[in-house]
C-alpha cells in the first residue's frame, strides 16, 4: 500500500516506518526535519511538511491509501496542550481535499477523563496528573475524529511506552480506554513502541476496529 507517515521522526513512527518497508509499502515520510530520518530505502520518499497546515500535508497526502500517524507532543502545566487537535484539523482537511478517506492514529490509555479511576493509586494520583494535558488534548482529537463522517478512522491505545523493538506476542484488545484483566482491573503495563507499530500496521488488511478506539497491550 501507499503509506503517508505522519511523525516519522518519532520513536514510533521510526519503527513503523521501517516495518511498512520491510512488508513492502511504499511510505511517504512527512518530517519537520528530514535529517532526523536515518533510514534509506528505494520506497521511502521523505518530504518536509508544516502538520499544522493543510494546504501542506495535502500536496502529500495525493494518491495515498492511508495516513498513520505517530505524533507525540510533551505535557505542558501552563499552557496544555494543542497539538494534538492542531494537527489532527490540518490532516482531517487535507485528507478531504486529497480523497484518502483512511487514518490510524495513535493515543494513550486513560484519554477519556474519569477511565483511570480503576487504576492503580500511582497510575491514578501520580502518573495521571502528570500527563493530563497530553491526556485532554489526546481525547479531544478522539472526539474530533468521531464527529468526522467521510473519515474511516482508527484510534490505537496503547499504555505506557518501551523503546523497544516489535515481538511475537499476542496482542490483547479491547474497545475502550483501557485493557481490562480478568478482574475488570486494568493491569500496569508497558508495550514496546515496535509492537504498537506492528498493530498499526496489521489494520491496513483489517476494517476490524473502523471508526473505533481501541486499547491494546501485549500478553
Known amino acids: ?4 507517515v505522519v511523525g516519522a521522526t518519532g520513536q514510533t513512527g521510526q519503527y513503523l516506518v521501517n516495518q511498512a518497508l520491510q512488508q513492502g509499502h511504499v511510505v511517504t515520510a512527512l518530517v519537520r526535519n528530514p535529517g532526523k530520518l536515518t533510514v534509506t530505502h528505494e520506497n521511502l520518499k521523505v518530504v518536509t511538511a508544516d502538520i499544522f497546515s493543510a494546504d501542506s500535508l495535502e500536496t502529500h497526502f495525493k494518491d495515498q491509501d492511508v495516513v498513520m500517524s505517530c505524533l507525540g507532543f510533551p505535557a505542558s502545566f501552563f499552557t496544555g496542550v494543542t497539538g494534538y487537535t492542531r494537527s489532527m484539523t490540518a490532516m482531517v482537511s487535507a485528507m478531504q481535499e486529497a480523497r484518502v478517506n483512511r487514518i490510524i492514529t495513535m493515543t494513550s490509555w486513560y484519554t477519556e477523563p474519569n477511565s483511570g479511576t480503576q487504576s492503580s493509586y500511582l497510575i491514578r494520583f501520580l502518573l495521571l496528573p502528570l500527563i493530563r494535558s497530553v491526556l485532554s488534548n489526546m481525547y479531544e482529537m478522539e472526539q474530533l475524529l468521531q464527529k468526522t463522517e467521510d473519515i474511516n478512522w482508527t484510534v490505537v491505545r496503547p499504555p505506557g511506552l518501551k523503546n523497544l523493538p516489535a515481538t511475537a506476542q499476542e496482542f490483547l484488545t479491547h474497545e475502550g480506554y483501557f485493557v481490562p484483566d480478568n478482574n ?14 506492528r498493530f498499526m500496521l496489521s489494520l491496513l488488511n483489517s476494517n476490524a476496529w ?3 478506539g481501541v486499547a491494546i497491550t501485549t500478553k
Do not use: E, L, T
Open 184 to 197: 475488570g482491573q486494568p493491569p500496569g503495563s508497558a508495550v514496546g513502541r515496535g509492537d504498537v507499530a
Open 210 to 212: 473502523a471508526k473505533k
Open 1 to 4: 500500500m501507499k503509506i503517508a
